[in-house]
């Protein structure tokens, strides 16, 4: 297969019986990283089949033909290997099973050619191997879960100032105004950019771990989440940074009640 290929043509072995085990045994934990972290739930006999004749095609690499025929030739035997692993349902399902299997193959041939270059035992690399595609599928599932918490958040303020934010949804800010019954969305201050001169804030207790205060509110002209336009929220300001890489904004827990 040509994924040996792009991990780097030195750990082919001369030996015909050795690049063929070395190749199936890399496909194979290729196909099994894309039916774990996409959950496809295929059976490991068909993983298996199309590890072997990703191998059994090993022979295409050595064909002297046009690099451009080269490449239109290995993107037919992926998705071979995808279609033998995992079926068809459609184009789209289809289409994400091949890009993952470029992606994997990517990111364990950069991994495989710096050990490569750095050790010459290659049963070392191989044992390797499985165990960076373990760290990528840990990786990966843990990146999914988390960016289905991230949403698009469009505020305008009564003074037609626009903002648009990163928003997390936070399941722990159940943050309501006691007097208006309103959820809360929490926004860094630093983000209105000097322009929250707004009439009329409303100014709300709250309590948190080992820590409470009176968070400023203002009630907002229009709220969009996702494009979807959601009513009777307000708006908080903190002066504290979040801990969350790239997020400018909390939402209310009350937010999921409300975008389904």
Same mark, same amino acid.
């Given at each position: 297969?040509? /994924?040996?290929? *792009?991990f780097? $043509?030195? @750990?082919?072995?001369?030996n015909?019986k #050795?690049?063929f %085990?070395?190749?199936?045994? +890399?496909?194979?934990?290729?196909?099994?990283?894309?039916?774990?972290?996409?959950?496809?739930?295929?059976?490991?006999?068909?993983?298996?089949?199309?590890?072997? /004749?990703?191998? *059994?095609?090993? $022979?295409? @690499?050595?064909i002297?033909?046009?690099? #451009?025929?080269? %490449?239109?030739?290995?993107? +037919?035997?992926?998705?071979i290997?995808?279609?033998?692993?995992?079926?068809?349902?459609?184009?789209?399902y289809?289409?994400?099973?091949?890009l993952?299997?470029?992606?994997?193959?990517?990111?364990?041939?950069?991994?495989?050619?710096?050990l490569?270059?750095?050790?010459?035992?290659?049963?070392?690399?191989?044992?390797?191997?499985?165990?960076?595609?373990?760290?990528?599928?840990?990786?990966?599932?843990?990146?999914?879960?988390?960016?289905?918490?991230?949403?698009?958040?469009?505020?305008?303020?009564?003074?037609?100032?626009?903002?648009?934010?990163?928003?997390?949804?936070?399941?722990?800010?159940?943050?309501?105004?006691?007097?208006?019954?309103?959820?809360?969305?929490?926004?860094?201050?630093?983000?209105?950019?000097?322009?929250?001169?707004?009439?009329?804030?409303?100014?709300?207790p709250y309590?948190?771990?080992?820590h409470?205060?009176?968070?400023?509110?203002?009630?907002?002209?229009?709220?969009?989440?996702?494009?979807?336009?959601?009513?009777?929220?307000?708006?908080g300001?903190?002066?504290?940074?979040?801990?969350?890489?790239?997020?400018?904004?909390?939402?209310n827990?009350?937010?999921?009640?409300?975008?389904?």
């Amino acid at each position: 297969c040509y /994924f040996i290929f *792009v991990f780097n $043509i030195k @750990l082919i072995s001369r030996n015909c019986k #050795i690049s063929f %085990f070395i190749n199936f045994f +890399i496909d194979f934990f290729l196909l099994l990283t894309i039916n774990i972290a996409l959950k496809r739930f295929s059976k490991v006999r068909r993983i298996i089949f199309a590890s072997f /004749f990703g191998s *059994v095609t090993l $022979i295409s @690499l050595f064909i002297k033909i046009h690099y #451009i025929a080269l %490449f239109f030739l290995k993107i +037919i035997m992926a998705i071979i290997m995808c279609l033998i692993a995992f079926g068809f349902k459609n184009m789209k399902y289809t289409f994400y099973n091949v890009l993952y299997l470029f992606m994997t193959s990517f990111i364990l041939g950069g991994f495989m050619y710096y050990l490569n270059l750095e050790y010459s035992n290659k049963i070392i690399i191989l044992l390797i191997g499985p165990l960076i595609l373990f760290v990528f599928i840990k990786s990966l599932k843990a990146l999914k879960e988390i960016k289905n918490y991230y949403y698009k958040v469009s505020i305008i303020f009564s003074n037609d100032f626009h903002l648009v934010l990163t928003g997390f949804l936070d399941t722990g800010n159940k943050l309501i105004d006691p007097i208006t019954n309103k959820p809360i969305i929490i926004i860094n201050k630093r983000k209105m950019k000097g322009n929250l001169n707004i009439r009329s804030p409303m100014y709300v207790p709250y309590h948190a771990l080992n820590h409470e205060g009176i968070l400023e509110c203002v009630k907002p002209k229009k709220v969009m989440v996702d494009d979807r336009e959601i009513r009777n929220y307000l708006i908080g300001f903190s002066n504290d940074s979040f801990k969350l890489n790239g997020i400018d904004c909390l939402l209310n827990y009350k937010i999921l009640e409300d975008i389904k």
